[in-house]
Nanobody, 130 residues
């Protein structure tokens, strides 16, 4: 059973940084891709970044490109999301999920829409104050 646990959220001032972690288990980490999503109050879930663990291919949504960096530590089966230059619009609950056969955020979103991603932890809240 695929399981993920997100951590690292918190309260930060605008312009600050946070690093989120997604600890995964229950699958062969290198065979999967992992993505980060976020959902702000009253808004739809947004896929923001993904990484293919086997080859390290990454992709980002335009909303975070240049500010966020996704990485993975295969030895620890953990994916990280380094978030810099945070602004209040980044306030949301952040989730990670795992799946196969995607290397772009667009493809990841399609898989999420069709229920092909697994894990979906409890999320970690990021609050950015102005």
């Amino acid at each position: 059973e695929v399981q993920v646990v997100e951590s690292g959220g918190g309260l930060v001032q605008a312009g600050g940084s946070l690093r989120l972690s997604c600890a995964a288990s229950g699958f062969t980490f290198e065979d999967y891709a992992v993505g980060w999503f976020r959902q702000a109050p009253g808004k739809e879930r947004e896929g923001i970044a993904c990484i293919s663990n086997g080859d390290g291919i990454t992709d980002y949504a335009d909303s975070v490109k240049g500010r966020f960096t996704i990485s993975s530590d295969n030895a620890k089966s953990t994916v990280y999301l380094q978030m810099n230059s945070l602004n209040p619009e980044d306030t949301a609950v952040y989730y990670c999920a795992a799946g196969q056969h995607f290397t772009t955020v667009q493809a990841m979103n399609v898989q999420a829409l069709h229920g092909y991603l697994e894990g979906w932890g409890q999320g970690t809240l990021v609050t950015v104050s102005s």
